[in-house]
């Protein structure tokens, strides 16, 4: 099957991911294997940190495309600044933090 279509106007319906299991099963772009996020966020956004499930044993990799955005890991007292193209942040699951957004920007996410 090919395809094809807009990952910045299809992930809003589902918070901004595009790839996953959540999405509808005649999708070819649901799955249970990974979910990739399209993150589009403008200057001056700020995402408090969530609490992490202990089931949620998925790994997550951030991928800056355009933009500055600063992620703090709260338990880990560790702060990484994205501001190049092609910068990243990994963590292991249950790492809790916040996303500040200096610079409008997109970052691609990939959870498994």
């Not at 099963?25 to 966020?41: A, G, I, N, V």
């Not at 700020?46 to 709260?74: H, M, N």
């Not at 963590?91 to 500040?100: A, I, L, N, Q, W």
């Amino acid at each position: 099957m090919i395809t094809s279509g807009n990952a910045d106007t299809e992930s809003q319906q589902f918070k901004n991911w595009l790839i996953g299991n959540f999405r509808e099963d005649s999708s070819p772009l649901k799955t249970d294997k990974f979910e990739l996020k399209w993150s589009k966020r403008e200057k001056g956004y700020f995402a408090p940190a969530k609490e992490k499930e202990q089931e949620d044993l998925r790994s997550t990799l951030g991928i800056l495309i355009y933009g500055k955005v600063k992620v703090s890991f709260l338990d880990e007292e560790k702060k990484i600044l994205l501001e190049n193209e092609g910068d990243y942040y990994f963590c292991k699951p249950t790492s809790r933090h916040t996303v500040e957004v200096f610079e409008d920007s997109l970052v691609i996410t990939v959870r498994w």
